[in-house]
């Protein structure tokens, strides 16, 4: 994500100096100058900055797409340089503190409290939790964060006061100051929001669509921009945005916010002094809107007040920011280790995709996501239309599949994770097609007592040449099931045959020769999609 502020640097003519905390981090060699410093060393970032002023002049201090921005206010102050406010930054970072004074100023009536444990072994006692949950009128469901970290890790929804004090174990390790805020779970529909504020005017550049998926966890899958809203639903929004970013006291620069529609009320999830992440300020917006919002921010953090006033005043006016719709979608993966990749060089041959950001390769570790880092790759496309864009998307993340090395102990631990009989919410480990245990133990038993009755397989014509096999048990959820990445079940039987076209026969031989592989198959397809058949089918091929 910085890689298009350095970029954008370079182009105005400035010297860029990166630093960061791994030598080897991505993006610093297109700097001029990369400096080993972990951002986390405040104290050491200012001595370099004081040092590099007075040797060389500094006139900008900058970070996009992540929460360092008070890191970079306590920089700016020290040096006298352009920047949102120490405080300000703070109360924008600690997810704590934001929430305390948004409540105060009226701005959210949402129910939270907080709990700090220093000590990793130290468990909070169950009286104490419902203490707090009276205190603050908590009703569950109700979301656990750590107040101090970013990209939904350690983030988790939980339905009861048990489930609640695991998560808070949980959430810890992610949190700097080991402290998390536990808040009612808000309902409606989840937006991204951002814009400036310079010379106490406020501009607002951009409203997207969040696609939040696999609860308890907050996985974005993608996001939408424009975002489909009627005019009074974008006004409501953008109004409580600015009203809580001046209550921060949010003066100079970018600011970006995840806010909440429900039933015409807007909730405030969180302020950042910052651009977004998650490709949206470096990639969706410029595409969507036309508006280099990563230029602009270097610019005013260069000082350059005035003239960036005036450009957003004229794209204001403009009737070009909202001529192209851009859609960011991801696609992941279930647990394992990559063996291949298929279906990359496909990707850009799809209609309207723009960008393409594959994010693992062969022999990488990759898990089914708990978090918003945890993701395989992402890509972008541009239409005239929400839908459009939306589609082109969606059917180039369709077209990758990650082939799984066989034999490994964390796919099979995925794909072979007891069947509870009990009916459960926190599905997130359950099925890639959204299968409950209790269909997957159904299809268990079916398979199980009745594999070799020929009658419980059908055929369905592919390219009229050849056909597929299939128990009679899955029928009717061809159309009706999506996996993951938004195949039909019926899509991605016929994508195995396109990776592995020896599939099929093979299964089909396994009914009469070995039924708990054939089991096992099947099972694994419904768990883990095309990766799962296919794992099995590598794993006994091995």
């Given at each position: 994500?910085?890689?298009?502020?350095?970029?954008?640097?370079?182009?105005?003519?400035?010297?860029?100096?990166?630093?960061?905390?791994?030598?080897?981090?991505?993006?610093?060699?297109?700097?001029?100058?990369?400096?080993?410093?972990?951002?986390?060393?405040?104290?050491?970032?200012?001595?370099?900055?004081?040092?590099?002023?007075?040797?060389?002049?500094?006139?900008?201090?900058?970070?996009?797409?992540?929460?360092?921005?008070?890191?970079?206010?306590?920089?700016?102050?020290?040096?006298?340089?352009?920047?949102?406010?120490?405080?300000?930054?703070?109360?924008?970072?600690?997810?704590?503190?934001?929430?305390?004074?948004?409540?105060?100023?009226?701005?959210?009536?949402?129910?939270?409290?907080?709990?700090?444990?220093?000590?990793?072994?130290?468990?909070?006692?169950?009286?104490?939790?419902?203490?707090?949950?009276?205190?603050?009128?908590?009703?569950?469901?109700?979301?656990?964060?750590?107040?101090?970290?970013?990209?939904?890790?350690?983030?988790?929804?939980?339905?009861?006061?048990?489930?609640?004090?695991?998560?808070?174990?949980?959430?810890?390790?992610?949190?700097?100051?080991?402290?998390?805020?536990?808040?009612?779970?808000?309902?409606?529909?989840?937006?991204?929001?951002?814009?400036?504020?310079?010379?106490?005017?406020?501009?607002?550049?951009?409203?997207?669509?969040?696609?939040?998926?696999?609860?308890?966890?907050?996985?974005?899958?993608?996001?939408?921009?424009?975002?489909?809203?009627?005019?009074?639903?974008?006004?409501?929004?953008?109004?409580?945005?600015?009203?809580?970013?001046?209550?921060?006291?949010?003066?100079?620069?970018?600011?970006?916010?995840?806010?909440?529609?429900?039933?015409?009320?807007?909730?405030?999830?969180?302020?950042?002094?910052?651009?977004?992440?998650?490709?949206?300020?470096?990639?969706?917006?410029?595409?969507?809107?036309?508006?280099?919002?990563?230029?602009?921010?270097?610019?005013?953090?260069?000082?350059?007040?005035?003239?960036?006033?005036?450009?957003?005043?004229?794209?204001?006016?403009?009737?070009?920011?909202?001529?192209?719709?851009?859609?960011?979608?991801?696609?992941?993966?279930?647990?394992?280790?990559?063996?291949?990749?298929?279906?990359?060089?496909?990707?850009?041959?799809?209609?309207?995709?723009?960008?393409?950001?594959?994010?693992?390769?062969?022999?990488?570790?990759?898990?089914?996501?708990?978090?918003?880092?945890?993701?395989?790759?992402?890509?972008?496309?541009?239409?005239?239309?929400?839908?459009?864009?939306?589609?082109?998307?969606?059917?180039?993340?369709?077209?990758?599949?990650?082939?799984?090395?066989?034999?490994?102990?964390?796919?099979?631990?995925?794909?072979?994770s007891p069947l509870l009989s009990k009916k459960t919410e926190d599905n997130h480990s359950v099925s890639v097609f959204n299968f409950t245990n209790e269909q997957l133990l159904q299809f268990s038993k079916i398979l199980k007592a009745d594999p070799l009755v020929k009658k419980t397989i059908q055929k369905i014509s592919r390219k009229k040449s050849k056909k597929i096999a299939y128990p009679r048990c899955i029928s009717a959820f061809l159309t009706k099931k999506f996996d993951v990445q938004g195949r039909t079940l019926l899509k991605a039987l016929i994508q195995i045959d396109t990776c592995e076209s020896n599939?099929?026969?093979?299964?089909?031989?396994?009914?009469?020769?070995?039924?708990?592989?054939?089991?096992?198959?099947?099972?694994?397809?419904?768990?883990?999609?095309?990766?799962?058949?296919?794992?099995?089918?590598?794993?006994?091929?091995?």
């Amino acid at each position: 994500m910085q890689g298009v502020a350095i970029r954008q640097a370079k182009q105005l003519g400035a010297f860029v100096i990166a630093t960061d905390g791994n030598p080897n981090a991505i993006c610093a060699n297109e700097a001029h100058l990369f400096v080993h410093i972990d951002l986390k060393d405040t104290n050491g970032l200012i001595a370099f900055a004081k040092k590099t002023q007075q040797e060389r002049g500094l006139h900008a201090v900058f970070t996009t797409a992540t929460d360092f921005s008070h890191t970079v206010a306590c920089i700016a102050e020290a040096c006298k340089l352009p920047s949102h406010s120490i405080e300000a930054t703070e109360k924008s970072t600690n997810k704590l503190l934001m929430r305390n004074h948004l409540s105060n100023a009226g701005i959210t009536t949402i129910p939270f409290f907080s709990v700090t444990i220093h000590d990793s072994k130290k468990n909070i006692e169950k009286k104490d939790l419902e203490k707090k949950i009276k205190d603050s009128h908590l009703q569950f469901p109700a979301v656990v964060k750590p107040v101090d970290n970013m990209g939904a890790r350690g983030c988790k929804k939980v339905n009861d006061i048990d489930t609640l004090s695991i998560a808070i174990q949980e959430a810890l390790p992610f949190s700097k100051s080991r402290t998390v805020i536990v808040e009612t779970f808000i309902h409606g529909k989840e937006y991204s929001i951002e814009g400036f504020i310079v010379d106490n005017q406020f501009f607002v550049t951009a409203l997207a669509d969040r696609h939040i998926y696999f609860p308890p966890y907050f996985i974005e899958m993608g996001h939408t921009i424009p975002a489909h809203v009627t005019k009074t639903e974008e006004k409501k929004l953008c109004d409580t945005f600015e009203k809580a970013v001046r209550s921060l006291g949010l003066t100079h620069g970018a600011c970006k916010g995840d806010i909440f529609l429900h039933n015409g009320k807007v909730y405030i999830g969180e302020i950042a002094a910052r651009l977004s992440g998650g490709y949206m300020s470096g990639w969706t917006v410029p595409y969507s809107s036309h508006l280099n919002v990563t230029q602009l921010a270097l610019r005013l953090a260069f000082g350059e007040n005035t003239e960036v006033i005036h450009e957003l005043q004229k794209w204001q006016k403009s009737t070009q920011k909202t001529k192209v719709f851009c859609a960011e979608r991801a696609y992941i993966s279930i647990p394992g280790k990559v063996a291949t990749i298929i279906g990359e060089d496909k990707v850009r041959l799809t209609p309207k995709v723009c960008e393409f950001f594959p994010r693992v390769k062969s022999q990488d570790e990759v898990v089914f996501p708990t978090n918003n880092v945890e993701k395989c790759g992402n890509i972008l496309a541009v239409g005239k239309r929400y839908t459009s864009a939306s589609k082109s998307a969606e059917q180039a993340c369709q077209k990758i599949v990650l082939r799984l090395k066989p034999n490994e102990m964390s796919t099979n631990a995925f794909l072979e994770s007891p069947l509870l009989s009990k009916k459960t919410e926190d599905n997130h480990s359950v099925s890639v097609f959204n299968f409950t245990n209790e269909q997957l133990l159904q299809f268990s038993k079916i398979l199980k007592a009745d594999p070799l009755v020929k009658k419980t397989i059908q055929k369905i014509s592919r390219k009229k040449s050849k056909k597929i096999a299939y128990p009679r048990c899955i029928s009717a959820f061809l159309t009706k099931k999506f996996d993951v990445q938004g195949r039909t079940l019926l899509k991605a039987l016929i994508q195995i045959d396109t990776c592995e076209s020896n599939f099929f026969s093979w299964v089909e031989k396994l009914m009469y020769t070995d039924t708990d592989v054939y089991q096992k198959v099947w099972l694994a397809f419904l768990r883990g999609g095309i990766q799962g058949a296919l794992y099995l089918y590598d794993s006994q091929h091995t």
